[in-house]
């Protein structure tokens, strides 16, 4: 991939909140255009030669679109990774634009998360794991606990406006049309219920 196409795909990417589809291969592809630079460069006979120079200005540049295109990129997934922990639904399709470096990087930001809340807010050691948890599981609380069952209680609610599918903090796909009656895990009928996307008819609640 050559460097004009990298700053097409780095402006895409800045003039939306979104994250954009790129190549999978974009960044193994970026490497060995730089490879073959690099290469060029050791060549040339006089490291001061113009020649020498704009290889040099090419490597800068490539290695700067990368960079600035990474850092774009790791803060949107950061806030998907935050959105996530939060029991608030994320689009699936945003999940399907991240590179699969890109998701293990989202899972074990949502596994930080998780572990800091446990033991800062709820009180609870969460339960050790060998790895980080797909998008859209729970490291912690430890099921069974008191935080586990509040998170989970079921809440029947009206769906007041069709919402796009999202992922419950149960790890359930939910595909909500106007006029459903649905029941939710509590804390994501806290979030819809906040945004007058649901209503709560739990009697008592």
């Known amino acids: 991939m050559n460097l004009d196409e990298l700053r097409v ?30 290469a060029e460069l050791y060549a040339c006979e006089d490291p001061f030669s113009d020649e020498a120079r704009v290889l040099i200005e090419k490597i800068s540049a490539i290695r700067e679109t990368l960079l600035d295109l990474f850092r774009i990129r790791a803060e949107k997934i950061l806030s998907l990774a935050r ?7 994320i689009d699936r399709e945003e999940i399907k634009k991240l590179l699969p470096e890109e998701k293990e990087m989202c899972d074990q930001i949502i ?33 069974g606990t008191a935080a586990s069952v ?8 009206r769906v007041l406006s069709d919402v796009e599918p999202f992922m419950g903090v149960d790890g359930r796909i939910y595909d909500l049309r106007r006029e459903d009656i649905v029941t939710l895990p509590e804390r994501n009928a806290e979030v819809l219920c906040e945004r007058n996307i649901v209503l709560n008819i739990n009697p008592g609640k």
């Open 150 to 157: 509040a998170t989970l209680t079921p809440v029947v609610t």
């Open 83 to 89: 959105t996530q922990e939060d029991g608030q639904y």
């Open 111 to 143: 596994q930080a998360l998780e572990q800091a809340r446990c033991r800062l807010v709820e009180g609870i050691s969460p339960r050790p794991t060998a790895q980080a948890p797909r998008t859209g599981e729970k490291a912690c609380p430890p099921a």
């Open 9 to 38: 795909i780095l402006l895409s990417e800045r003039e939306t909140g979104r994250l954009v589809q790129i190549p999978a291969d974009l960044f193994s592809s970026a490497k060995k255009g730089l490879e073959t630079l690099y």
